[in-house]
């Protein structure tokens, strides 16, 4: 573990629950936290935001990944970042030593704090076989447990937003998190597209769903312990274990 003034922490997830643990004071602590608002004027009213990243193996992406944040109009010392590293084999956490320096250490549009955290979970998937229907339930339970993970350890008393931004996205616009912002509802989820060889894009992420009448009227006669994937071609549901 290594952390410095800067506003740069590194930590495996087991050695920050000790350093939580052991730093904790014997005194009782008290947060009003009644002042915290979320609202569509974020930027102008100096709200804070929290950006999570969940990685594995993602040096390749992080280039473009760092270039589209930094691009972001949002005021820099207004941002957190805070990475969770999992099972990986490559260089991805000293890119981001690399890259969290740079970003601390700057003249000026220094960023808030960027946290670095590794939670391995032993859990090995070819990438070939990310998208496989059969090892959803599964590989999405792990994705599941890395956020819970990232989540519990970085969100702050000072946080009035939180952003899940995945590492391989190629563009979106500077204003994102204004945009996001204006719709002023807790939760928001954009589409993410993907462009095809003839310039029109096409709805990739499979997520993202609108419930029906009929689909909450099919959920009330399933078995508690089916996960249901929507967007799915093959079958909406699969057994549990």
């Not at 998937?125 to 496989?132: A, F, I, M, Q, Y």
Request: negative net charge.
């Amino acid at each position: 573990m290594s952390s410095c003034g800067s506003g740069r922490t590194i930590r495996t997830f087991n050695e920050a629950v000790a350093f939580s643990s052991s730093s904790s004071s014997s005194r009782a602590s008290y947060i009003d936290l009644n002042g915290l608002q979320a609202t569509p004027n974020a930027k102008d009213d100096g709200e804070h935001v929290l950006i999570l990243t969940p990685l594995k193996n993602a040096s390749p992406y992080l280039p473009r990944y760092f270039e589209l944040i930094d691009r972001m109009s949002y005021p820099k010392h207004l941002v957190s970042i805070a990475f969770l590293v999992s099972d990986t084999t490559d260089d991805t956490v000293e890119l981001l030593r690399r890259q969290a320096d740079e970003y601390l250490n700057r003249a000026e549009d220094r960023y808030h704090h960027i946290a670095i955290y590794e939670k391995d979970f032993n859990f090995e998937l070819p990438e070939d076989k990310r998208h496989t229907f059969e090892l959803q339930p599964l590989r999405r339970s792990y994705m599941a447990r890395s956020r819970n993970y990232l989540l519990t350890a970085a969100l702050r008393d000072e946080h009035a937003w939180v952003l899940w931004l995945d590492v391989d996205l190629v563009e979106y616009p500077s204003t994102i998190l204004e945009d996001l912002m204006s719709v002023d509802v807790d939760v928001v989820v954009p589409n993410c597209l993907r462009e095809t060889e003839d310039g029109s894009f096409w709805g990739y992420d499979k997520n993202n769903w609108q419930e029906t009448e009929s689909s909450l009227s099919m959920q009330k006669d399933l078995d508690p312990e089916y996960v249901l994937l929507e967007g799915k071609e093959k079958v909406c549901r699969i057994k549990g274990k």
